[in-house]
């Protein structure tokens, strides 16, 4: 008896939690984090239909066939060229020096003009179909793949701020959706997943367009009349509102902003678009990860940034910067939005206010890098420096774009120790307080923490990487314990 006793004892344990185990097996799924509880993977069919504009398939189907024909008929030299590049913030007023790298012969000069001049004419009827909510604001974010993640820090951040505007994300094709980010992610926070390829693949020309010229077609293909453009690694310090709703924006529709560099756009592009050729100390070269526009004021100006993108790689990124390399960029869109609102004589607000670096001293050298960049609000410097209103003497940050380094909590571990050498890396947290008010530099990187943790299963990017949450976890410690 003694014997059985310790049999049942032993065995019905083991069958309770057998039974226990086979009936839960199936229903586990309420203990993890609901981020981590999908698959990845969504098949093309289970992909729902973006929320475009009525209207939007047959403004681009008459876009891409105007496009189409207004091909420039010719090509570029090939022969690598780089320009020489003067910080903008140390010429001297009057400067009018710029480079002319670009052997193009007259012939092919007057080709690219007449088919500039076919497409221009062709903006009036084109702006009719351009559809929008009007009176609508948004922002318009380009993103997919790696850049998802890098997009989720900047979306956080937007909301620290206390901004409700209403986010659209523009992904390439199907194949870039996620589900759990798209369906689950996103929508609390106002953002919605957006897909171009439902758009170009519903007409007879089936354009190609990639990278950079994905961000003119969002631009376009947005549901929004005023619209923050913005790139998948900018990070919004302030309220965007704030930016929509008050001067130069509201005035003119289109608010650019400045790079630390000289603009070094070729001669020819301003004879092939019938301008003047201005002095390179006028303004400097545009950084373009963050734009305003309104539709409604601009919508010529739209089109005109599309054919610019369009013919892009092919023309017009080396007319307009004549391939000067910096940090690995070369030939990109950042020239185009402000150059197709010079072309057309529209109305816009350069900010003048110089772009603010912010950075670390290496280790190694003990030389100061680059890691990022600060933006200045346009209304404060529309104030100062075009109304003169002695009141303003500090221009405010709108923006930090942390260009140098994305903050991909897959990456950053590694990009923490081997590169910034386990350090901040956008100086001390007093210079940042008193710059910003705050330390958004900690803030960053909580949210960086908080996709690598609560969406380490969820982010396509990082279907093969391993330890995500730890070790974005271990730097996040190291920093501030």
Not at 241 to 254: A, I, M
Not at 353 to 364: C, K
Not at 427 to 441: I, L, N, Q, S
Request: hydrophobic fraction near 40%; proline fraction near 7%.
């Amino acid at each position: 008896m003694i014997r059985i006793r310790r049999s049942r004892t032993t065995v019905l344990p083991v069958l309770l939690f057998s039974l226990i185990w086979l009936v839960f097996r199936g229903h586990l799924g309420w203990l993890h984090h609901p981020f981590t509880a999908a698959a990845n993977g969504t098949s093309a069919d289970e992909v729902p239909p973006s929320p475009f504009q009525p209207g939007l398939i047959e403004f681009w189907d008459s876009t891409s066939r105007a496009l189409v024909e207004a091909k420039p008929d010719c090509s570029l030299p090939t022969e690598a060229i780089e320009a020489p590049l003067n910080e903008f913030a140390g010429l001297k007023k009057g400067f009018d020096f710029r480079p002319d790298l670009l052997q193009i012969p007259q012939q092919d000069v007057d080709k690219m003009r007449d088919a500039h001049a076919r497409f221009v004419a062709q903006l009036p009827e084109l702006t009719q179909k351009l559809p929008y909510a009007t009176g609508t604001q948004g922002i318009v974010v380009a993103a997919s793949g790696a850049l998802l993640p890098v997009f989720l820090v900047s979306l956080k951040m937007l909301r620290r701020t206390g901004s409700i505007l209403p986010v659209e994300v523009f992904m390439e094709s199907k194949s870039n959706y996620e589900k759990e980010i798209c369906e689950t992610v996103l929508p609390p926070m106002n953002a919605t997943c957006m897909i171009l390829s439902e758009v170009l693949e519903a007409v007879p020309q089936r354009l190609k367009m990639s990278r950079y010229q994905l961000k003119a077609l969002a631009l376009a293909f947005s549901s929004f009349d005023n619209v923050l453009l913005l790139d998948a690694d900018n990070l919004p310090v302030e309220q965007p509102e704030d930016l929509l709703n008050s001067e130069p924006f509201l005035s003119k529709g289109f608010v650019s902003w400045p790079d630390y560099w000289a603009n070094t756009a070729s001669p020819k592009f301003y004879e092939i678009s019938l301008q003047p050729i201005p002095p390179t100390s006028e303004r400097a070269a545009s950084e373009a990860g963050q734009l305003l526009l309104s539709k409604s004021k601009h919508a010529s100006t739209l089109l005109l940034i599309l054919y610019y993108n369009y013919y892009g790689p092919s023309h017009y990124y080396k007319l307009l910067s004549q391939s000067p390399a910096v940090d690995g960029e070369g030939e990109t869109d950042k020239e185009t939005y402000l150059a197709a609102a010079t072309t057309l004589n529209a109305s816009f607000h350069a900010v003048t206010t110089n772009v603010e670096p912010l950075g670390y001293t290496q280790v190694h050298d003990n030389q100061f890098k680059r890691a990022g960049m600060v933006q200045h609000n346009p209304s404060d410097d529309h104030g100062k420096h075009v109304l003169h209103d002695p009141a303003i003497q500090t221009v405010r940050p709108s923006f930090l774009h942390a260009n140098t380094y994305k903050m991909d909590a897959s990456a950053m571990h590694d990009v923490f120790n081997v590169e910034i050498r386990s350090q901040r890396m956008w100086g001390p947290t007093k210079d940042m307080v008193a710059r910003f008010g705050r330390d958004v530099e900690k803030q960053v990187w909580a949210e960086t923490l908080y996709t690598g943790c609560h969406l380490e299963h969820a982010v396509g990017a990082w279907a093969n990487k391993t330890h995500v949450c730890k070790k974005i976890g271990r730097v996040y410690k190291f920093l501030y314990n």
